[in-house]
T-cell receptor, first 113, second 112 residues
Framework: EAGVTQFPSHSVIEKGQTVTLRCDPI?????LYWYRRVMGKEIKFLLH????????ESGMPNNRFLAERTGGTYSTLKVQPAELEDSGVYFC???????????FGPGTRLTVL | AQSVSQHNHHVILSEAASLELGCNYS??????LFWYVQYPGQHLQLLLK??????LVKGIKGFEAEFIKSKFSFNLRKPSVQWSDTAEYFC??????????FGSGTKLNVKP
């Protein structure tokens, strides 16, 4: 069974540009989470989907971040326009409705210059 | 506010030494506790988890952790580390299928 996948693995953009990150959860996992780790700090929660609905978006830093999960399968996280402080590793995780365990993807390393 | 503290940011050990990584949390309500590991260049992987029952939980690769409710702690232990245990270790706390709170991570470097 395939795990959680994320694309791209790395992205380097300039300040002011737009970047879209993609996450494909494990098939059948209704819960999808986005997290971010800024260098050297803790992994912080951004957003939680249950199927296509946003269950909790309390961690989204500001309105430059937009997450979608159309059809309840894969999810995208768009940053527009990107700022220097958005640099970090963005992790996606998924879980089944009946399990507390979250399975993590490899992360996307975003560098904003 | 909910938080997770990992006291050791960087630990260096020789092979065969014993390991204990501290994790304390501040969380109101029922908690689920996790240790994840990230080996160089790899995904975050689950080492072990505690939901309820026996507070001493055993995970993969010889790791174990003990939940001490009175101390709000969930320390990770391994009696004898190997060079292959070199990785970053994360303690996480969650509740009821909601978001996780993570500690800042502990980098373990095991010298052969």
């Amino acid at each position: 069974e395939a795990g959680v996948t994320q694309f791209p693995s790395h992205s380097v953009i300039e300040k002011g540009q737009t970047v879209t990150l993609r996450c494909d959860p494990i098939s059948g996992h209704d819960n999808l989470y986005w997290y971010r780790r800024v260098m050297g700090k803790e992994i912080k929660f951004l957003l939680h989907f249950v199927k296509e609905s946003k269950q909790d978006e309390s961690g989204m830093p500001n309105n430059r971040f937009l997450a979608e999960r159309t059809g309840g399968t894969y999810s995208t996280l768009k940053v527009q326009p990107a700022e220097l402080e958005d640099s970090g590793v963005y992790f996606c995780a998924s879980s089944q409705t009946t399990s507390h365990e979250q399975f993590f993807g490899p992360g996307t390393r975003l560098t904003v210059l | 506010a909910q938080s997770v503290s990992q006291h050791n940011h960087h630990v260096i050990l020789s092979e065969a030494a014993s390991l204990e990584l501290g994790c304390n949390y501040s969380y109101g309500g029922t908690v689920n506790l996790f240790w994840y590991v990230q080996y160089p260049g790899q995904h975050l992987q689950l080492l072990l988890k505690y939901f309820s029952g026996d507070p001493l939980v055993k995970g993969i690769k010889g790791f174990e952790a003990e939940f001490i409710k009175s101390k709000f702690s969930f320390n990770l232990r391994k009696p004898s580390v190997q060079w292959s245990d070199t990785a970053e270790y994360f303690c996480a706390v969650g509740s009821n299928f909601n978001k996780f709170y993570f500690g800042s991570g502990t980098k373990l470097n095991v010298k052969p």
